[in-house]
């Protein structure tokens, strides 16, 4: 799974920390979305999905490969 996130679409709700904090984190002067984890292992796929699928700006992309 390769792990993307738009910064400009990202509006702060923090959803995405909530579901996956081993992937992602937020900016602390901005709450913007930070990707701790482009390529994150197999038994984190599923809080990952979560946290796209949640995300309200659908500023997380989900690919797979590498």
């Given amino acids: ?3 993307t996130v ?3 679409k990202c509006c702060g709700a923090g ?3 909530l579901a996956a904090p081993d992937v992602f ?3 602390d002067e ?3 979305v930070v990707l701790l984890d482009a390529e994150p292992a197999e038994h ?3 809080a990952v999905r979560e946290a796209a699928g949640v995300c309200p700006a659908s ?3 989900l ?3 590498a």
Wanted: net charge negative.
């Fill in 1 to 3: 799974m390769k792990v």
């Fill in 6 to 8: 738009d910064e400009d």
């Fill in 15 to 17: 959803s995405c920390v």
């Fill in 25 to 27: 984190d937020q900016r």
């Fill in 30 to 32: 901005d709450g913007v």
């Fill in 44 to 46: 984190l796929h599923a």
């Fill in 59 to 61: 500023a997380i992309a």
């Fill in 63 to 65: 690919g797979e490969g």
